[in-house]
């Protein structure tokens, strides 16, 4: 089993920076995929980043590539997600996420940190 816990979203300006963290409890944390998915109101949920156990491989979603970037530390259990040049359309809610590298779905989530971009 795995817990995520959020935190560092908030009220941010356009083109301005946030960085959200995401601390696990787990002694397992480290062999997952870790992930982040955002949900827009109205919208439906959507991929941002995601990043392999050893922390190298990165994927991102076409819109925040060259402004996001994922990372993890596993010895602290915590994942990441630098945001830099944010827009006001990266407004949402972010979720931390991590499965199972053989799974294809999410299999935790987090409970989600709020990140609004004023233009």
């Known amino acids: 089993q795995v817990q995520l816990v959020e935190s560092g979203g908030g009220l941010v300006q356009a083109g301005g920076s946030l960085r959200l963290s995401c601390a696990a409890s787990?002694?397992?944390?480290?062999?997952?995929?870790m992930g982040w998915v955002r949900q827009a109101p109205g919208k439906e949920r959507e991929f941002v980043a995601d990043?392999?156990?050893?922390?190298?491989?990165?994927h991102y979603r076409d819109s925040v590539k060259g402004r996001f970037t994922i990372s993890r530390d596993n010895a602290k259990n915590t994942v990441y997600l630098q945001m830099n040049g944010l827009k006001a359309e990266d407004t949402a809610v972010y979720y931390c996420?991590?499965?199972?590298?053989?799974?294809?779905?999410?299999?935790?989530w987090g409970q989600g940190t709020q990140v609004t971009v004023s233009s």
């Open positions: 787990g002694r397992t944390f480290s062999r997952y995929v």
């Open positions: 990043i392999s156990w050893s922390g190298g491989n990165p």
């Open positions: 996420t991590a499965r199972d590298p053989s799974a294809t779905i999410w299999d935790y």
